[in-house]
């Protein structure tokens, strides 16, 4: 049972807007990362991807036929003038507007959007969870994690490609060209799970302003029972967490 002051103590806290001081930090740092890759895009040569601030967040155009071209973070409030903003940013690149917005957007924000003629084009969930600081990682019967570095990205690239089903050339260009930027990305660390000596699924961790990001989760899909689930790599990444951040 909790005491008195204690129970006092949690009765003084907003929820809500701790919820939303929490979803301001992830967006940031979510913003904030795809910026980097933009600007590793760029250090590579590819002239197409651009960013710009906008608010706590970022107009994120990697150019067309790749993952991110939207606006990021960018909310919870959006005037008309961040509007205008938004859509010259991605007119000028031969791109549809596109923006991330939560569920704690406010209703004249999903309204101003409505009557420009925005409409839902997909739904994510975003989970967060405080990770236990341990000083190693769990055994996973069967399953060795290994951190990506120079001599193996080749091969992480190959099982990203592989765990998204991606067959076609061009598309596996695109998916490279992504995975490399991001993996040069500072506070970026990237995972493979190893089953038997090969090479089954991946995952990645990127850290900014204190909050760990994970994705890029594929398993192969001749692995059979595991490509119905990504590798757990959350679980055996907390030492990794505590190191890069």
Do not use: K
Not at 24 to 39: I, K, M, P, Q, Y
Not at 75 to 101: H, I, K, Q, T
Not at 116 to 135: C, I, K, T, W
């Amino acid at each position: 049972m909790l005491d008195a002051d204690v129970r006092d103590c949690f009765a003084s806290i907003d929820l809500d807007a701790l919820v939303a001081l929490l979803e301001r930090r992830c967006w940031r740092a979510n913003a904030s990362t795809n910026a980097e890759v933009v600007g590793a895009l760029r250090a590579a040569g590819n002239d197409e991807a651009g960013s710009e601030p906008l608010g706590d967040g970022a107009l994120v155009s990697l150019g067309p036929g790749r993952s991110v071209n939207r606006a990021v973070g960018v909310g919870p409030e959006l005037e008309d003038r961040d509007l205008d903003r938004l859509e010259r940013f991605f007119s000028n690149r031969g791109l549809p507007a596109s923006v991330e917005v939560s569920s704690l957007t406010g209703e004249a924000t999903l309204l101003r959007l409505a009557a420009r003629g925005y409409r839902p084009q997909s739904f994510r969930s975003v989970f967060a969870a405080v990770l236990p600081l341990a000083d190693r990682s769990p055994d996973v019967d069967g399953i060795e994690i290994v951190e990506v570095d120079d001599s193996n990205v080749d091969e992480w690239l190959e099982v990203l490609a592989d765990g998204n089903e991606i067959t076609t050339a061009e598309g596996r260009e695109i998916s490279d060209e992504f995975g490399r930027a991001a993996h040069a990305v500072a506070g970026s660390t990237d995972f493979l799970a190893v089953i038997d000596g090969q090479a089954a699924g991946c995952g990645s961790l990127q850290v900014a302003d204190g909050v760990g990001l994970f994705g890029g989760a594929a398993t192969r899909p001749a692995l059979g029972v595991l490509a119905r689930s990504p590798p757990p790599l959350p679980a055996n990444s907390a030492p990794w967490t505590r190191t890069v951040g």
